[in-house]
T-cell receptor
């Protein structure tokens, strides 16, 4: 079964509004990462949060991690049309001998001008 | 300069053919990966190499054979292509491997869209 599941699957907002995306996972992790994928392009790393961290900020991005609930959220504040993309969470399972990221299905964010 | 590059960007071929996708990274990373992204955008790891050695093979059919001539290159050769192989294939790299508890972000190439007719 899939490790990461994002919700909502699709989100449409107006420019200037905040966008919140959630990710749930099933097993213990070392870290959780968020990536962005613009249409027809490769994934771009946004932010990494380790299992012993609860919140992290980077510019207009805020990520939270609740390991007791096995969930994370990505908040994009003051959204712009250029934020339109798919957003994926990816988890690195703890206890594994090899580094492997497992990706969720993604949230398609549309920011309308 | 492109950090992770893939060629070709588009590949259209007939069922049963053999094709290769090339990947190069100029970041000096030790670890490289191949991912497959299906039509529903689900991204799944296929292979991982660390310093030219295979470390992850996610039950990918034998028709897929990765080759790493050096740590900056990881090519993917696919034999006897099938319709279900149609997808976008992404190469990625990361700077460190296996440090317990501290893994690193991955840098992705632009993808190769493979269409099997």
């Amino acid at each position: 079964s899939q490790q990461g599941e994002e919700d909502p699957q699709a989100l449409s907002i107006q420019e200037g509004e905040n966008a919140t995306m959630n990710c749930s996972y099933k097993t213990s992790i070392n870290n959780l990462q968020w990536y962005r994928q613009n249409s027809g392009r490769g994934l771009v790393h946004l932010i990494l949060i380790r299992s012993n961290e609860r919140e992290k900020h980077s510019g207009r991005l805020r990520v939270t991690l609740d390991t007791s609930k096995k969930s994370s959220s990505l908040l994009i504040t003051a959204s712009r049309a250029a934020d339109t993309a798919s957003y994926f969470c990816a988890t690195d399972k703890s206890g594994g001998s090899n580094y492997k990221l497992t990706f969720g299905k993604g949230t398609l964010l549309t920011v309308n001008p | 300069d492109t950090a992770v590059s893939q060629t070709p960007k588009y590949l259209v071929t007939q069922m049963g053919n053999d094709k290769s996708i090339k990947c190069e990274q100029n970041l000096g990373h030790d670890t490289m990966y191949w991912y497959k992204q299906d039509s529903k955008k689900f991204l799944k790891i296929m292979f991982s190499y660390n310093n030219k050695e295979l470390i992850i093979n996610e039950t990918v059919p034998n028709r897929f054979s990765p080759k790493s001539p050096d740590k900056a290159h990881l090519n993917l050769h696919i034999n006897s292509l099938e319709l279900g192989d149609s997808a976008v294939y992404f190469c990625a790299s990361s700077p460190r491997f296996g440090l317990a508890g501290f893994r690193d972000e991955q840098f992705f190439g632009p993808g190769t869209r493979l269409t099997v007719l």
